[in-house]
């Protein structure tokens, strides 16, 4: 079988508008172009793909996020997460435009984080830039080179999702001085632009704070709208230790 015999299913990844982004249809007696769905769908691959979520992470919803029996802490951080999302294109301007979701690890924070994120992206074609504290410290400071690149990258992407903010070791805050001002001129320029983040963190407002307060009170009044602090009992709150007594 040559080229010209296979049929458009194989020739083309979309076969209602042979790649093109749309196709001429009749409307009224006349041809009008209409765009195809395909191209919906083609923005949201890019967008999934250029936010650094991990194919696994890109998975993760808020339907497949369980509270039946947990506690109310978790439940409000759901409830907080969805209706971000559902209110996201009211508020992306506002000076409170952002959520947190702070405390206790193990509680879903990511997950939800994560499922609003993808959400955003899926339904709303909000770009989302990831970056996990941790490893994207250790990549910064790997990549001098590229340094200004990628700050610049994070601060000025649509949304910008930082998870883990000052993961504590051995119950201290993970913040070196230049940690703490590289992060400082991330969220005083998305600050100063209205532009959204989604933060997770071990810490609370007031740990934030102590951490650097000039940081810790714009974060604040980024999230205080959307804002969650998971506390409690160990065993209730983390989901990795469920079933352990």
């Not at 632009?193 to 102590?210: A, D, G």
């Not at 009044?221 to 230790?241: A, P, T």
Request: net charge negative; charged share 25%; hydrophobic share 35%.
């Amino acid at each position: 079988m040559n080229k010209s015999d296979e049929s458009d299913e194989n020739r083309y990844d979309c076969p209602a508008c042979k790649d093109q982004g749309g196709f001429l249809k009749k409307q009224n007696g006349q041809d009008i172009w209409a765009v195809c769905g395909c191209v919906g769908e083609r923005k949201v691959r890019r967008l999934l793909g250029a936010s650094e979520i991990t194919a696994e992470f890109s998975k993760l919803s808020f339907e497949g996020f369980h509270t039946a029996g947990k506690p109310q802490a978790v439940i409000d951080a759901y409830e907080c997460a969805a209706e971000f999302v559902e209110h996201f294109q009211d508020i992306q301007s506002a000076r409170k435009n952002s959520i947190a979701l702070l405390g206790q690890p193990g509680s879903g924070k990511t997950h939800l984080l994560t499922a609003a994120a993808n959400r955003l992206m899926k339904t709303q074609h909000v770009p989302v830039v990831y970056f996990p504290f941790v490893e994207g410290f250790t990549d910064l400071k790997n990549d001098f080179d590229l340094l200004e690149a990628k700050l610049s990258r994070i601060k000025q992407s649509g949304v910008l999702f930082i998870d883990d903010l000052f993961k504590p070791v051995n119950g201290k805050p993970r913040a070196t001085d230049w940690q703490i001002e590289q992060m400082y001129s991330v969220i005083n320029y998305r600050y100063l632009n209205h532009k959204p983040i989604l933060l997770s963190s071990e810490l609370t407002v007031e740990e934030l704070v102590r951490v650097d307060e000039a940081l810790g009170t714009r974060i604040y009044e980024m999230c205080s709208d959307y804002l969650v602090i998971i506390k409690g009992n160990v065993f209730d709150l983390n989901h990795r230790l469920e079933g352990i007594r």
